[in-house]
């Protein structure tokens, strides 16, 4: 069984600590945070890896079915399939494991400054130039922000100088990063037009934009046809202007992910396609959540991936 913060990683918290993190430790118990090291000076042999989980998930699985499933096979898998360590593998909760609040979560400041301080101590943590970073759904948008640094549009938010470049691999599973077409309309912040949730947000969260000269009304926004000028809500908008989030960047979307949407599409884009994407991969047939908790198999392959070779994959 995958529980929390190794006991032997005191370092770790204390650490995370100085990155004023140690409080979220405290209270989230042992399904909601991993990682550490088993002994002192347990030797760091791969590059770490974060994980950063989707709305209402959490850092491994819990009750409740796929949507509560964390991140507990792909760490399973990369120990047993990878010769990863759990000094080697990194995952905290950062929110409320609550899918019937799902649509009262937006990007926040807070959340946002709680997990890059997370990602910061990983660094310090374990000495290492560079890690990995693999994301689910709502957490692709707070890694994109985390790694970029200081959010102006978010509340002006201080989260540090830009990661970019302590970042080799981003995989960015099931992602919104044009909005999702639930959220489409010509006000901003309501769900299929009829009920206002913070999730649609056109500041803070995945409002898709209006309508535009290609799509005459909304009902069409995921249909695949010619894209519009990207009209995304204002933080997407902002981050989509980065085409280096990492030296490689990997997106993960299926065809029958229900959450995102019929197509992937929003207004003409893949909405699940990070900016500066070199791998694409496409999948029928998984949801929403199993499209992170059944493709552990490609995930480590990608991160087993040396950059000189990474374009043989790309073939």
């Known amino acids: 069984m995958l529980v929390q913060i190794i006991c032997h990683s005191r370092e770790f918290v204390e650490v995370s600590r100085m990155h004023e993190y140690y409080e979220d430790f405290a209270g989230f118990g042992n399904l909601n945070s991993f990682g550490g090291r088993?002994?002192?000076n347990q030797p760091i042999n791969k590059r770490p890896v974060v994980f950063i989980h989707g709305n209402s998930d959490g850092a491994l699985a819990g009750h409740g079915g796929d949507w509560n499933s964390g991140w507990s096979k792909s760490i399973s898998y990369f120990m047993s399939h990878g010769g990863y360590t759990t000094a080697e593998l990194y995952a905290i909760t950062y929110g409320v494991r609550d899918i019937t609040k799902s649509l009262e979560n937006?990007?926040?400041?807070?959340?946002?400054?709680?997990?890059?301080?997370?990602?910061?101590?990983?660094?310090?943590?374990?000495?290492?130039?560079?890690?990995?970073?693999?994301?689910?759904?709502?957490?692709?948008?707070?890694?994109?922000?985390?790694?970029q640094g200081n959010m102006r549009i978010l509340h002006r938010c201080q989260l540090g100088a830009p990661l970019k470049s302590k970042i080799n691999k981003f995989i960015a599973i099931a992602g919104a990063n044009f909005g999702m077409c639930i959220c489409a309309d010509s006000e901003g912040e309501t769900i299929n037009d009829t009920k206002r949730v913070p999730a649609c947000s056109k500041e803070f969260g995945f409002w898709v934009g209006p309508s535009c000269p290609n799509y005459s009304d909304v009902s069409l926004c995921s249909e695949n046809i010619l894209p519009c000028e990207d009209n995304s809500g204002d933080i997407l908008a902002k981050l989509n202007y980065s085409r280096d989030d990492a030296k490689y960047i990997a997106s993960f979307w299926s065809t029958n992910d229900t959450i995102i949407g019929p197509n992937n599409m929003a207004y003409g884009w893949r909405t699940s396609i990070v900016e500066g994407t070199k791998k694409e991969m496409k999948y029928d047939g998984l949801t929403h959540y199993t499209l992170k908790t059944d493709t552990v198999s490609d995930q480590l392959k990608i991160l087993q991936l040396e950059l000189e070779f990474c374009a043989k994959l790309e073939d």
């Open 38 to 40: 088993k002994y002192k």
């Open 106 to 147: 937006k990007l926040t400041c807070g959340t946002a400054t709680r997990l890059r301080r997370f990602v910061d101590a990983v660094l310090e943590y374990t000495g290492a130039e560079e890690i990995d970073i693999i994301a689910h759904s709502m957490g692709v948008t707070y890694a994109r922000i985390i790694i």
